[in-house]
């Protein structure tokens, strides 16, 4: 948990003024922590919450073995590699009806952790950045998008992207769940051999601690740099 210790708070948070993303939000972390913050009503909230974590993380954890086979890796080598199950959280997300004059929800992104897990509802606005393209991803009831982040775009030394993707407001409140499964902040991240010396690749990265990256990436948002370009994306250790 050393972590996300201080850097997010758990519970309910709304984006600052200065910040162009307009939502607000409730953050959940690892239940066994006793971190978390609920509202008192509902009264079945924190039960529910409880119930649906566990099986979040069996979902994902299985969408992980998917990906490991898919990436050519010998059979169990993400989960061994991934073992604590101390990093996870989930956040819901309100996004506010468009105005006249714009509609961001939420900026053009890729999110760091290992894979995403989000629920939509039917109001859509998500997008996938595919070929200089923004593409809808289109509310299909009862369906779960994944997204693929940073480190699983490291580990395969940019052969399997990390999602880039924003939210775009419509005319209506929209509310996704997303859970975002991780790893440890003292994990070291770099290109795997299979993917770079094995194939006579050179790396695309130099080695970190994922929490080192995760440290930048919340400094991003606490303080929001004035230039484009100085916003810390996982091409802060490109080689
Ligand atoms: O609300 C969504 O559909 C996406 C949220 C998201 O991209 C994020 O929280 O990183
Ligand atoms: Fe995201």
Not at 56 to 64: D, K, N, P, T
Not at 178 to 204: A, Y
Request: proline share 7%.
């Amino acid at each position: 948990m050393a972590g996300w210790k201080g850097l997010l708070p758990s519970g309910y948070g709304r984006q600052p003024e200065h910040s162009k993303d307009k939502n607000e939000y409730f953050v959940v972390f690892v239940p066994d922590f006793g971190l978390n913050v609920y509202p008192d009503q509902p009264t079945e909230f924190k039960g529910v919450i409880e119930d649906c974590y566990p099986r979040l993380v069996e979902v994902a954890s299985l969408i992980q073995e998917i990906i490991n086979n898919f990436m050519g890796l010998p059979p169990n080598f993400l989960k061994e590699y991934n073992q604590t199950r101390d990093m996870e959280f989930m956040t819901a997300h309100r996004y506010f009806p468009a105005t006249e004059t714009e509609n961001n929800g939420i900026s053009a992104h890729e999110d760091s952790n290992c894979l995403t897990l989000i629920f939509q509802d039917e109001v859509g606005g998500l997008e996938v950045l595919k070929d200089a393209d923004w593409i809808p991803i289109e509310p299909i009831e009862g369906s779960i998008i994944v997204n693929l982040g940073d480190i699983i775009q490291v580990l395969s030394n940019n052969k399997y992207k990390s999602a880039t993707h924003r939210v775009i407001r419509k005319g209506a409140h929209r509310h996704s769940f997303s859970f975002f499964f991780n790893i440890d902040g003292d994990k070291w991240i770099e290109p795997l051999p299979q993917f770079t010396t094995d194939i006579g690749e050179s790396p695309k990265y130099r080695g970190f601690h994922y929490e080192e990256y995760i440290q930048l990436r919340v400094r991003n948002k606490t303080h929001p740099p004035s230039r484009p370009e100085d916003v810390i994306h996982v091409t802060h250790y490109s080689i």
